[in-house]
Each structure stands twice: as C-alpha cells, then as structure tokens.
T-cell receptor, first 115, second 106 residues
C-alpha cells in the first residue's frame, strides 16, 4: 500500500536534547512538508521541499532543521533551540505535476513530549 | 499574505441535523481550496477540493463551493451522522484554518 509513514508515534525527550522525527513516503511525490499542530492553532508549516537537496522555510522554522537526501525521506530535527517543542508533528507529501497544486497526503503524526 | 479563517468550534449537532462550517480565505491569485478531516490521534485526510472559482467539491455527502466573489469555501452536509464526528480543516495549499471540532450525538 502506498502512503506516508512517521515514526515513532510517541516520543519523549529531555529538555536540551535534539531529536529527529522520521518521515518516509512511497507515493513517488516530489513535494514533502512538515507541520506542527497545537491545540486551537491548526497546522503551521515548518519546512517544505519540492525537490531532493532543496528545501524552504515555512512560517515557524526557527529551532528546526531538515534534510532531503532522498525523494522518499524528509526527516525533521527538533533542536534544543526550539523554545516550546512539545506538539503533534505531521508530515505530508504531494505531487507537483499539475498546477494548481494537488492535495496533500498526511502521515499519522508523531506526538513529541519534552520533559 | 495568504491565510484561511474558519468557524470556531466546537460544534455539537444531533444526528440528521444540517451542518455548515464557514471558511474564508485571502490569497494572491486563485488557489485550490481543500477541506480535510482529522479523526482522533490520526493525520489529516482529504475530504474534498475545488480548483477554480464556482467549482463544487463533494464527497461522502459533504459539499463546498468555491466562491470567488465572497472568498469563501463553506462546508455543508444535509444530514450528519455520528461517524462524522471529527475535526475539519479548511486549507489553501500551505495555509490551514484552526480546525472545527464536530460532535454528532445520536
């Protein structure tokens, strides 16, 4: 089955530690995205990538970093510089073959709790 | 810049009631518009979309019409079911509304 996988589903870290969230897709999509979801605030874009080895900052990129070494993978690192990292993180992907842009396909999410 | 504003929740309805969730957008140009649904503890799933003005997206009894003149994309369903209980998000590519939680009671 094609889809997006995120691991782990729940993640606990101590304050001051960096942590990397995994996102893999087998949909052959060019574009991938990371969002952060907080109660009452909807989804906010952290980073996105439309091609391997290239990515752009979203609205709340500070304290986060990404890489896109393979088309299928777009890991997100939450660094110790992120002031309030506890949140639900969603990865998504989409095809960019057509204009206007297509819908995004979402993974199941990773809930990060920093203690 | 681009943004999406949707009706605040939570919304509680009885089964078979009519549902409307309002959504308005600001954008440069004419973006595609989307409604996504999220069930507890899961990621979002596409519910419906519209790619140009006057398009109507529909799926599972839900409908939304892309209104350029009012910059709106309101979600409607004529008769909700308990299984429709979820959080609904209006979106414009990268920009998502805050979500509207719907609870349908038998």
């Amino acid at each position: 089955d094609g889809g997006i996988t995120q691991s782990p589903k729940y993640l606990f870290r101590k304050e001051g530690q960096n942590v990397t969230l995994s996102c893999e897709q087998n949909l052959n999509h060019d574009a991938m995205y990371w969002y952060r979801q907080d109660p009452g605030q909807g989804l906010r874009l952290i980073y996105y990538s439309q091609i391997v080895n290239d990515f752009q900052k979203g609205d709340i990129a500070e304290g986060y970093s990404v890489s896109r070494e393979k088309k299928e993978s777009f890991p997100l690192t939450v660094t110790s510089a992120q002031k309030n990292p506890t949140a639900f993180y969603l990865c998504a992907s989409s095809s960019i073959e057509r204009s206007p842009p297509n819908e995004q396909f979402f993974g199941p999410g990773t809930r990060l709790t920093v203690l | 810049g681009d943004s999406v504003t949707q009706m605040e929740g939570p919304v509680t309805l009885s089964e078979e009631a009519f549902l409307t969730i309002n959504c308005t957008y600001t954008a440069t140009g004419y973006p595609s518009l989307f409604w996504y649904v999220q069930y507890p503890g899961e990621g979002l799933q596409l519910l419906l979309k519209a790619t140009k003005a006057d398009d109507k997206g529909s799926n599972k009894g839900f409908e939304a019409t892309y209104r350029k003149e009012t910059t709106s994309f309101h979600l409607e369903k004529g008769s909700v079911q308990v299984s429709d209980s979820a959080v609904y998000f209006c979106a414009n590519q990268f920009y998502f509304g805050t979500g509207t939680s719907l609870t349908v009671i038998p």
